[in-house]
């Protein structure tokens, strides 16, 4: 075990670290890009991403105008999910609305909603909904039937349609009703931005170092002093570790401020434990910088480098289920992210802060992030050495 | 003119020579096309429902029944010695069903029988559709159950309007293909601009007899070029695989198309203009370009659920006037009267990056 330290920490490689931080050291912009634009981003993005639906503007259309016709509006006016844009004359009209843009939801009430009411007869509300964008579509769709049988509810209990219900209840015999009750775990106030900001973290950990980990690889390579580094009876390894170990300081750093940002900005909790976090964290930038090494070894120059990273970047963090849930990919992608070191740290990241996973809920994560971390990193290495020779 | 002609045509020759910038001119778009309209949407299938059943009677066994029925849900094994929250905790399941012993006989005895559904609601908007498609099933079981008499006195008739499949691919599609039209174009741009400060080049074109308005033109018309090159693969696709069509008057979007064409190739020259740098230029343009579209043009989450403060940012970004356009035209059909001033903004914006990048052509000059 001494040895191996002593192998570790030898002086050819403590004086290579070394360099390395004094040019990290006068480069003050990059630690500077290193911790500030990922901050903002995670606040911007924390703060303006979220799929909750509310304030659906409702379009109108009132045949009826009576006291029963405008208690229906009122009852999806007044709650959070719809807001009254307008009334319309007609059906016509409403439609023009709604394809141009200027509502998003349209009720039409009959003519003879009131007469049916207090006849005791059925009567049909039309609701229209612009689904173009299907999710949006569906919880408007869910928040439209919840309020209409709320709506009922309370008729019924104002006795409008009591007698009905007396009759079907003696001829079917005693029957129970199912109470659904859901519960909601690990975030009970339904706080998008919880679900964002966890999986935003994962997505700029590995783009930044992925990003920062080429630009340094190749950056000797652009200046020429490669051959000088070569000259030094260092080997490969400890180069390439000698790159990697200030790099991992300056990004393990930006992680805990981002960690601070997610705890202090957005309340997210830390349920589970600390350890297990940085653990991941740790293994999250590692496999984004050997993403990046291995993104320079294949390119001649700093512009290359990003050019390259743009055919890995998109795809990686698409398909990593940060910003999305992973069921919502067809079937046949879904195994896909078993390779994706976004999608292992995002699970991470929301087991040991939202749910207090311990160790052992996420052990096939930390699998998954390790042994991408090890196939990438030999990687690199292997292809350095070739490059070398 | 023929000098504009001329300064287009080199910027072309540049890009079909390294194979690159080729390849993220023509293969990436379509690349970015098929995957992220399948990476991206809300709208979810299968979510994994763990049951719980205490009692195992033919009521429990035929609410069970009504769950495994669903497109949503799926019910998955769970062992009865494990608890419920491991379920949840180790990312087995979205939700668990727990139904209490006694509820075949609360049922029978004509008493309201509760079962507890627990929802995962680390992912809010999930969890709401897990809720809401729970509470529907339940509803549709107790009617079932009751004989269907039991409908209340008010019905709504649900109609879907433009999307009636609630297809999540035709939302997406014109998203996406946007996101690839505000991508790669400035990308490509920004990059050659910026290797011409970079190397120095730009000197030539300072003492040669183009001025720079037309040296900019020459370049942007390349870009927009393969602009148009991209949107024309990619809307192949769009009427093909993605099953969209012309909903309305397809003059708008021709024109906003050439428009916003015009723009990105601005934006991005304006860009490499101002950061003589490629590595920084390309960050600039990933920022602008990929970021801002991708996350506040109301690509995936609606722009109105941006908060007050920050959604004045949604109004410069020139790819959100391009969504409802291309949106409009492929589903909603509202033609003119609907986005007359989106198109408009475009060829302000656009108008206003050419007269940037001017002004960081001759700042450069005094640099170089």
Redesign the interface.
Known sequence: MRKLLQYLFNYRLRALIKKEFNQIRHDRRLAFSLIV?PIL?LT??G?????????VRLGVVDDNRSPESRE?IATFTESKSFRLAGYYSSVDQLGDA????NVDAGMVVPYDYAR??VR????????????????????S??Y???M??N???G??SQG??ARI?RV?GS??????????????????G???S??IV?GVLGLLLILNSS?VAS?AMVREREAGTIEQLLMSPASTSEIIIAKIAPLFLLLFLMMLVAFGVVKFAFGVPFQGSVLVLLCGGALCILSGISIGTVIATFSK????A???S??IN??LS??SGA???I?????W?QPLTVLNPIHHFA?IV??ST????GFM?LAPNFLGLLIFTLVFVSLSIWRFRKQLS | MRRIVAQARKELTQIVRDWRTLALALALPVALLLLLSVGLSLTVNELPLVVQDFDGSTASNGLIDAFRASITLHVVSWPVDKTAEEALASNAARAVLIIPSHFGRDMARGVNAPVQLMVDASDANTAKLVSGDASQITSAYNQRMAGGMQTGPVQAAIRLWFNPGLSSKKFYGPGIFVLALSMFPPLLAALAMAKEGEQKTILQVYVSSIPAHEFLLGKIIAFMAVALAECLVMSLLLFTYFGLSFAGDPTPVVIATILYAFCVAAFGTMIGAIIPNQAAALQAVAVGGFLLVFLLSGLIFPVENIPEGLRWISYIVWGRYYIEIVRDALLQGGGWPAVWFQVLIIGVIGAGFYGLAWHGMRKMQVKA
Do not use: C, H
């Not at chain 1, 939202?354 to 996973?357: F, N, P």
């Open positions: 634009p981003q911007l993005f703060f303006a991403l979220s799929a909750a639906v509310s304030n229906l709604i394809s141009q843009g049916d009411l005791e007869r059925q009567t049909t509300v039309q609701f229209l909904l612009n689904a173009t964008n299907a999710n949006t579509a569906t919880i769709r869910a439209a039937e919840s209409i049988q709506y009922d509810n008729l019924r409008v349609s219900q079907t001829q079917l015999g005693l029957r129970g009703q199912v109470q659904l009750q859901p519960a909601f775990l690990y975030n009970p339904l706080v998008d919880w679900f966890t990003l630009a120059s700093a512009g290359q990003q050019l390259t743009f055919f998109p795809p698409a398909l910003l999305n849930p069921e919502a990919m067809p079937r992608l699970t929301r087991g939202l749910k207090g996973s809920n």
